[in-house]
């Protein structure tokens, strides 16, 4: 059975904390992504990679940062967390390459900031 | 600038009848577009995925229709059943990217 798990399913942290979460698939995925999901606004892309040490900027990368150093784990890092940054954080994995794929997400990490 | 909409947030429906959800893109040229079923506090599951040179799929009572030139998704329901009730997602690939629309909330009452 395929997977993609997340390091926490709750989190709470204080404002200023640097904060990671992490994510692992055992399907040796090439392409992994980290989502945030708030009430109103969907899924938002953060960031994503496609290869080993490679990242690529989503729709909202401000205030966060990546690592990617081994192909099945995929880390989201928040320098400094802000209250505005409390959400549903999402990681997910996808095959790249065919057009025949899907993505697999983890169970995703509430993390409120205080 | 791009946008991937799904035309309403929340759809009611009842037991029985045909759910038809949209998803509309602008400035995106995919080459494939999915279909996800999201519950509650869990992670998005992948349903159906429909290419650019595809009209329609159908996978048992859902089917999925793609037209290129509206730039238009559709994803029906049919003899819907409130075990169907969940939000669902449309997604795009964009390059290397797998972008979202914000979904549409689906109830099906009996």
């Known amino acids: 059975d395929v997977k993609v798990t997340q390091s926490s399913r709750y989190l709470v942290k204080r404002t200023g904390e640097k904060v990671f979460l992490e994510c692992v698939q055992d399907?040796?995925?090439?392409?992994m992504f980290w989502y945030r999901q708030d009430p109103g606004l969907g899924l938002r892309l953060i960031y994503f990679s496609y290869d080993v040490k490679m990242k690529e900027k989503g729709d909202i990368p401000e205030g966060y940062s990546v690592s990617r150093e081994k192909k099945e784990r995929f880390s989201l890092i928040l320098e400094s967390a802000s209250t505005n940054q409390t959400s549903m954080y999402l990681c997910?994995?996808?095959?790249?390459?065919?057009?025949?794929?899907?993505?697999?997400f983890g169970q995703g990490t509430r993390l409120t900031v205080v | 600038s791009q946008k991937i909409e799904q035309n309403s947030e929340a759809l009611n429906i009842q037991e029985g009848k045909t759910a038809t959800l949209t998803c509309n893109y602008t400035?995106?040229?995919?080459?494939?577009l999915q279909w996800y079923r999201q519950d509650p506090g869990r992670g998005p599951v992948f349903l159906l995925l429909i290419r650019e040179n595809e009209k329609e799929k159908r996978k048992e009572r859902l089917k999925v229709t793609f037209d290129t030139t509206l730039k238009q998704s559709l994803f029906h329901i049919t003899a819907s059943q409130p075990a169907d009730s969940a939000t669902y997602l449309c997604a795009l690939g964009s390059g290397t990217a797998l972008i979202f629309g914000k979904g549409t909330t689906l109830s099906v009452s009996s």
């Open positions: 400035n995106y040229s995919p080459a494939y």
């Open positions: 997910a994995s996808m095959s790249q390459g065919a057009l025949n794929t899907e993505a697999f």
């Open positions: 399907m040796d995925h090439e392409n």
